[in-house]
C-alpha cells in the first residue's frame, strides 16, 4: 500500500471508490489525486532475416538461461515502437524496420501486457547485449520449444511460423491462460 502521495507528500491515503468510479482506488484526501494502478506493456520485436527468427537467451531473472523474443518494459515518455526497437537493440544489439503489430497478449493475472511486432533485421547484423547471454537466429525447425522463458514469446513463434506458411500477416489477440 502506498504510504505517502506522490503528488503533495502527504500520509492521507486511503482505499476508496471515487465519485463516478466503479472500482477502489488509493486517493489522497489532502490534494484528491486518484493514484490509479494500470497494466504495465511489454513491448517487443521477433526480428527476421531471411527464413529465420532471432531469439535471446535471457541473462536476467526471470528465466535465466531460456530463449524468448526480445521483449521488456516499455518506459515512460516511449512509443511502442521505440521501445519495442530499444528492446531489440538492448538485448540483441541489432536494429529493426518495424514491418507491423504481430500480437497482443495478455496476462491478466499479473497486469501485463505485451505488444509484439514483426521486423526484419537490418543487414543481419546482431550481437549478444547485457541482458543476454546468447543471440541466435534459429529456422522453425531448430526452435528451442522446451527452453522458451514465456507464453508470450511461444504464443508469438507458433502465429508467425503458422502466418508463414499461409503465407500471411495479420495481429494475433491471445491470453494467458488461453481462452478457447
Not at 131 to 159: G, H, M, V, Y
Request: glycine content about 8%; charged content about 25%; some cysteine.
Amino acid at each position: 500500500m502506498m504510504k505517502y502521495c506522490d503528488q503533495c507528500g502527504s500520509d492521507k491515503i486511503e482505499k476508496i471508490v471515487p465519485s463516478g468510479d466503479n472500482k477502489p482506488r488509493l486517493v489522497c484526501k489532502s490534494c484528491e489525486t486518484i493514484h490509479y494502478r494500470n497494466p504495465k506493456i511489454v513491448a517487443g520485436v521477433l526480428p527476421i532475416y531471411g527464413d529465420k527468427v532471432l531469439l535471446c537467451k535471457r541473462s536476467i531473472e526471470p528465466c535465466v538461461g531460456m530463449w524468448n523474443v526480445p521483449s521488456g518494459y516499455l518506459e515512460n515518455k516511449e512509443s511502442v515502437e521505440e521501445g519495442a526497437a530499444r528492446e531489440v537493440w538492448e538485448e540483441a544489439l541489432g536494429k529493426v524496420e518495424l514491418i507491423g503489430t504481430h500480437s497482443v497478449y495478455s496476462i491478466a493475472r499479473i497486469s501485463q501486457v505485451y505488444i509484439h511486432f514483426l521486423g526484419n533485421l537490418v543487414d543481419g547484423k546482431f550481437g549478444v547485449g547485457e541482458e543476454s547471454l546468447d543471440c541466435q537466429l534459429f529456422s522453425e525447425e531448430e526452435i528451442p520449444w522446451d527452453n522458451i522463458a514465456f507464453t508470450s514469446s511461444t504464443f508469438t513463434l507458433k502465429r508467425y511460423f503458422a502466418d508463414r506458411k499461409a503465407g500471411l500477416q495479420q495481429t494475433h489477440l491471445g491470453n494467458y491462460p488461453e481462452v478457447e
